[in-house]
């Protein structure tokens, strides 16, 4: 019984070092194997980002994945591209505040839209491919309020669209 303990002990110390993240959201980001892309040029008249005080808002981003969530692509086809969006999203926030994720303080309030087929309705389960990387990249911090919504279209048949809204560090 006494072996058992502390096999028991050891386990939990051991295995809570494997799950133990890095310090710093670059370091989480380096941990997940992600590679930020470029940051390019808004599709229209208006600019990725507008900082007012401490507050960043992002204008919506989308992945390269294109269709309708429910008819042309599954619910996890969904949630990937919601994730995907969120390294986009983390590309953008990155060049937002001067090249330092650190900057940021806390996620406030994010908007999700899933190009939806009219009798999807499992919209949040989507916008979560988002939400847990940001969770996974920032911790608590990363937690959020959210609205995740269907709609009829997005620009260029894009999947989903999602906007941010961050608090940086004074």
């Known amino acids: 019984m006494k072996y058992l303990r502390l096999y028991f002990l050891f386990a939990l110390i051991f295995s809570s070092t494997l799950v133990s993240h890095a310090q710093t959201p670059e370091d989480r980001i380096k941990e997940l194997g992600l590679n930020l892309p ?8 208006y600019v990725k980002w507008r ?10 981003n989308g992945p390269d994945v294109f269709g309708k969530v429910g ?17 986009e999203i983390l590309a953008v926030l990155k060049a937002a505040c001067g090249g330092d ?6 996620f406030v309030k994010v908007l999700g839209m899933v190009n939806s087929a009219p009798d999807f309705t499992d919209h949040p389960k989507v916008i979560n491919g988002f ?7 920032f911790g608590d911090d990363g937690k959020h309020a959210r609205s995740a919504v269907g709609v009829a279209a997005l620009p260029n048949n ?11 560090k004074e």
């Open 131 to 137: 939400s847990d990387l940001m969770v996974e990249v």
């Open 71 to 87: 008819s042309d692509l599954t619910l996890e086809e969904g949630y990937q591209a919601a994730r995907e969006t969120g390294v």
């Open 51 to 60: 900082q007012v005080g401490n507050v960043i808002y992002l204008a919506g």
């Open 158 to 168: 894009i999947a989903v669209e999602i906007e941010v809204i961050v608090e940086l």
């Open 38 to 45: 470029e940051v390019g040029e808004p599709m229209g008249t």
């Open 101 to 106: 994720l650190n900057r940021i303080k806390q």
